[in-house]
């Protein structure tokens, strides 16, 4: 077994197993744990400073994940576009292709929550291969995003396996690996990993940190041999309440991204996903976020921040602009109200 391989079998998987400080009430708590798993690795225990705090509220069931009467089962509808069990196919160009069904920490707001670390998502070779034949068969799809669960939580091996399948297809582009291990179990990303992935550029990967406390020597580390190894990295972030939902705090972990050689890419609002919806901010939350990262931090370090659901993502960008006529009348990042001469809208 390699060291990453002994942190997951030294995660904690039920609540019950926390230090008596970090332990949450355990009362029907037992209940939630048989639809949704608890997978708490010894990495990401140490970054929680005390109960209640923004990292112990992403990994530690709560009792609010039953008590959700406003959220969906499928809250982005990927079941509909689905044509083979392992592939999302909702842009034309792109392909969600899920791979694993595991994760290095089960995030407890996570929008496949109904089958992460659930038997529901095994992922077994067949499927896979269909997923690949699937792409080859649809040479429209450039993008490839390997998701799942987490896909770096395969084998250096099983994972080239699929990599050299789908870059043996010419029709592919690019392909992205979406993944939060860089964030939840940096030892994975190892010098044989980098060595590996390093030969089926393009390769993107976009990560996922959520606050300031993730960004460590460890996480560090991990992010520069991706980056070193040729792979831009971005980060999905999403908007979580009582986790992120200020400007100081998403103000710092943009700037701690982009120090780690990460570029904040989307910024999401909660999806309608079943037992998530104590994670659930407003949308004017988000925005008055937003309004505060620009012109505190450079465009390097500002993510769309978008709603993700059946129709696809939309960007909830604030408004700027006040008129558009012969004449644009805008606000600018102090709230002052400035003009722009309109080009010509006849030409
Ligand atoms: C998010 C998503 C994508 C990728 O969208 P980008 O904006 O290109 O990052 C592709 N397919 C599905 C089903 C998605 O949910
Ligand atoms: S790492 Fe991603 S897929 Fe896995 S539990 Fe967290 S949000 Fe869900």
Known sequence: MTPWQHLLTDAMTTPADLPPSLRPDLTGLQDIMGHYPMRVNPYYLNLIREKNDPIWRQAVPQLAEHADTVCHLDGLGEERLSPVPTIVHK???RALFLVANQCAMYCR???RKRKVGTPEMMVNDQAIQA?????????????VLISGGDPLL?????????????????????????????????ARI??????????????????????PWEITAESSRACGMLANAGIPLGCQTV?????????????ELMRGLLRIRVKPYYLFQGDLSLGTNHFRTSIEKGQEIMRGLLGRISGMG???YAVDGPDGKIPLTPNYIESLTETLTFTNYEGKTCFYENGDTKG
């Open 302 to 304: 500002i993510p769309t």
């Open 239 to 251: 908007l979580l309440r009582g986790v992120n939902d200020n400007i100081e705090t998403m103000l």
């Open 109 to 111: 707001f996570c929008t």
């Open 131 to 143: 997923g690949i034949d699937y792409i080859k068969g649809h040479p429209e799809i450039r993008d």
């Open 91 to 93: 842009y034309r160009d």
């Open 154 to 186: 395969l084998t250096d091996e099983r994972l080239e396996w699929i990599l050299a399948a789908i870059r043996a297809i010419p029709s592919v582009e690019i392909i992205r690996l979406g993944t939060r291990v860089p964030c939840t179990l940096p």
């Open 190 to 211: 190892t010098a044989d990993l980098c060595t590996m992935l390093s030969r089926y550029h393009p390769l993107y990967i976009n990560t996922h940190f959520n606050h």
